[in-house]
């Protein structure tokens, strides 16, 4: 009889356990305004991509985000790999030069904001998708954070950057992603050395004051009204000179 209840008691904590593993494990899909799974060492966002033929964005899952909280942030990526049905839609959008997009949700990386972390909307970059067919994709994803630790952009580029027309024929080189991820924050720029500014012009002015012989000389200084003055002065002594030419010759005759 006590066998018999140990074994029931047994049997209903292990359905009880499966079923926590499969609400944990299925329950996968996110909305704006979801809370985001964190953990001791982290925040995990998904990275999400886009490709298709008729040029809508319908973003499905590429891999997972793990956002080191703190001063100095930094991140980690974790991948899935293309599947073969993938490949091929990416190889024949990469033919009608189609776009291949990303995404990522909008977070803030500073620890201290909320326990629960919250999908504030999403950032969105593209390249060519023949771009990254002919880089067997290989990219280069930057996260943009403002000074307040949110994240504002998100950015993709591909190694090589250009479409030259390079036909993949194996599909194999497709199947995994090899990314280079980073976090850009803002950069403080140097500010104006004032104080050194104002430290030389003291020192100008008191060289100035202890040397006399710098001191302008008083044409210098007045030269401005003394040659007008000048030139007025030989005028009227010109034209005296005429009228007096003129007024002998008058007596003369």
Known sequence: MARDLSFRVAVLFSFLFF????????????????????????????????????????FVVRGTLLLKTGREPSVALSQNPLS???????????????????????????????????VDGYLT??????AMVESHLSDVI?????????????????????CRGTKVEDE??????????????????PGPETSLFLERMEQETEKKGKNPQE????????????????????????QDQSGGGASGRAAAA
Request: hydrophobic share 45%; proline share 3%.
């Open 172 to 189: 194999v080189d497709l199947e995994v992603f090899n990314t280079t991820l980073s976090i850009m924050a803002p950069v403080n720029a």
């Open 125 to 130: 970059a593209f390249v060519r998708a023949c």
């Open 84 to 118: 073969e049905e993938d490949r091929v839609k990416l190889k024949e959008v990469a033919e009608v030069d189609g776009l291949y997009r990303i995404r990522v949700p909008r977070v803030s990386l500073q620890a201290d904001r909320q326990t629960e972390w919250q």
């Open 215 to 238: 001191q302008k000389s008083f044409f210098a200084k007045y030269w401005m009204y003394i040659v007008p003055l000048v030139l007025f002065l030989m005028m009227s002594g010109a």
């Open 19 to 58: 079923g926590f593993i499969n609400f944990v494990c299925c329950n996968n899909e996110r909305r704006v305004g979801d809370a985001l799974e964190t953990d001791f060492s982290g925040l995990s966002v998904p990275l999400e991509h886009s490709f298709e033929l008729d040029d809508t964005a319908k």
């Open 142 to 162: 930057t996260l943009h954070t403002d000074v307040s630790g949110y994240l504002i952009g998100v950015s993709i580029v591909t190694i090589p950057g250009a």
